[in-house]
């Protein structure tokens, strides 16, 4: 654990805290009644209320959209099954700058319903909701899927044997067993749309702000670092009680249930009704998910000649001090190291927090671990230009930083991969090696090792997906002659004219096709055991 603990404390802990302080101290004073006079501001308590009321509204709306998918990838079998299920995935491991510029591209200025029917959505609450939808209905299907594939058919058959009609089976029997999971994929995607940045930042516009946006304006605009930490501690605090909430409804899932075998639940679709919730899934996935992707690659080639990606390698004078181009090998490069750092440290937080020996302050460890994709990457960002300025930890020039801040992304999707294969590994095959005189390392190698490998390297691919994908802190500390894709595309879509938004569409192409392959290659590795997130 000394690893991971210190990797948190000074990259996580330290950074948020000189940021909190900075804000909240006046000459070595804390002034908490500040909290009060954020609260009283008619704006900030707007701000409140949107960002709860939209997550909110997107969470009911992906579920609704996605538990009948849920259903359709548990109990049907059906040719292009594995295919599909890697396109339901692709949104969630996009960069949220790329959703949100495949959005811009279907209901913006100029964009595919503006073409057709001359509607706009990019000025409306709905394009938000809709981009939510998009990016996390993959989170709901293999949360829920993933469970409800397991469960035994035959409960609910008995049910119905008994003089209980279809939808009571289904609401006392399924239901019932389903809602563990159903809840922690609800209270994720709430997770993740109370924090949004990137959808919103470029979809929202001056009109719409949630927290995360909001502690950016105040950040980097008006430099208020007062009111940044007021919002940051509000966050945190919201955060935090979201994370328990999630842990509790994990627990109940893993102990209150008697699960199959997966492959034994699924058949192939059996009569009208069933075809037709097939086609109906079939239909939403195309036309919310593939649609937006399909319209931003359109859009990036609508330079005759591929026009915008060649026009990516020429010098700009503007907000570029390279070729935009050049964006792509600054994430992959920046990315391998930060999937290296978080493999590192979360393989060793998942070893411990394995261990039977392991105390409760370890165990509590592992919610910690789960703070970076709440807490404000704003905050964390620009936490790092104000904390790490000092020897011996003056790194605010260095390349490492960008790595380090994405690695804080990724760790969590280590442990969360690698700690069920971990726990499944039988003790008594270590204990088997260790009598035999085998090393505790050489016991890891030879016994662990094998059986982990397939989910450390599907662990490799999230982390690198995530990396490749972090804009929140990126946005702060990437120097302007090593700009990240997200960055850069984030960059190019603030500056007007057709040529800066073809080339952000062209970017953002590029960076879905690599994000798309990486999880293609994670798809070919998932295993039952190690398949859901």
């Not at 105040?218 to 919002?231: K, N, P, R």
């Not at 999707?413 to 499944?424: G, K, N, S």
């Not at 953002?508 to 039952?528: F, H, N, P, Q």
């Amino acid at each position: 654990m000394a690893a991971p603990v210190a990797f948190f404390a000074v990259f996580f802990a330290y950074p948020v805290a000189v940021i909190v302080a900075r804000g909240m101290k006046t000459d070595g004073t804390w002034h908490l009644g500040r909290i009060g006079e954020v609260l009283a501001q008619s704006d900030v308590r707007h701000v409140l209320w949107f960002t709860t009321w939209q997550a909110l509204v997107s969470t009911a709306l992906t579920l609704l959209v996605a538990l009948p998918g849920a259903y359709v990838f548990a109990r049907f079998d059906f040719p292009g099954k594995q295919v599909l299920r890697a396109v339901v995935t692709v949104p969630f491991v996009l960069p949220t700058v790329v959703v949100g510029t495949a959005f811009l591209a279907m209901v913006g200025r100029g964009g595919l319903l503006d073409e057709l029917w001359g509607v706009r959505l990019d000025t409306t609450v709905w394009a938000i909701l809709l981009a939510h939808v998009f990016f996390n209905y993959a989170v709901v299907v293999r949360t829920v899927g993933g469970l409800w594939a397991q469960l035994d058919p035959r409960q609910e058959e008995a049910a119905r044997m008994l003089g209980a009609s279809q939808l009571k089976a289904w609401r006392q029997v399924t239901l019932p067993a389903l809602a563990p999971a159903v809840a922690a994929s609800a209270l994720m995607v709430f997770l993740f749309t109370f924090t949004s940045f990137g959808v919103v930042q470029i979809l929202g516009g001056p009109t719409f702000s949630t927290l995360e946006v909001e502690i950016y304006r105040q950040t980097s605009e008006i430099f208020d670092l007062s009111t940044a930490a007021v919002l940051t501690l509000i966050q945190f605090v919201a955060v935090g009680a979201i994370l328990a909430l999630h842990a509790w409804t994990v627990r109940r899932r893993e102990t209150a249930l008697r699960l199959v075998d997966a492959s034994v639940t699924a058949r192939r679709p059996r009569g009208t009704g069933q075809w037709t919730l097939l086609g109906g899934v079939l239909l939403t996935v195309t036309v919310l998910l593939v649609l937006p992707l399909a319209v931003l690659v359109q859009r990036s080639l609508d330079a005759p000649g591929f026009g915008y990606y060649r026009a990516l390698t020429g010098e700009d004078g503007g907000v570029f001090l390279v070729p935009p181009i050049e964006a792509i090998g600054n994430s992959l490069s920046y990315a391998v190291a930060a999937t290296l750092i978080a493999v590192l440290i979360g393989g060793l937080a998942a070893v411990a927090l394995t261990r039977r020996d392991a105390g409760r302050l370890v165990r509590g460890f592992d919610a910690l671990l789960m703070l970076p994709l709440g807490v404000s990457a704003v905050t964390v960002g620009f936490g790092f230009l104000i904390s790490l300025d000092e020897p011996p930890l003056d790194l605010r020039s260095s390349w490492i930083l960008v790595p380090l801040a994405q690695a804080l992304v990724g760790v969590p999707f280590v442990v969360r991969t690698m700690l069920p294969v971990l726990r499944a590994v039988d003790v008594r095959l270590r204990e088997a090696a260790s009598v035999l005189g085998a090393s505790p390392w050489r016991v890891w190698r030879e016994v662990d090792l094998p059986m982990v490998r397939r989910a450390l390297l599907i662990a490799a691919g999230f982390a690198f997906a995530v990396s490749l994908g972090e804009f929140g802190a990126t946005v702060f500390i990437a120097r302007p002659d090593r700009p990240t894709l997200p960055v850069a595309v984030a960059r190019l879509l603030g500056r007007p004219g057709d040529l800066n938004y073809g080339q952000a569409m062209a970017l953002s192409t590029i960076l879905m096709v690599v994000c798309a392959v990486a999880l293609l290659v994670l798809e070919r590795l998932r295993t039952d055991r190690t398949g859901e997130f």
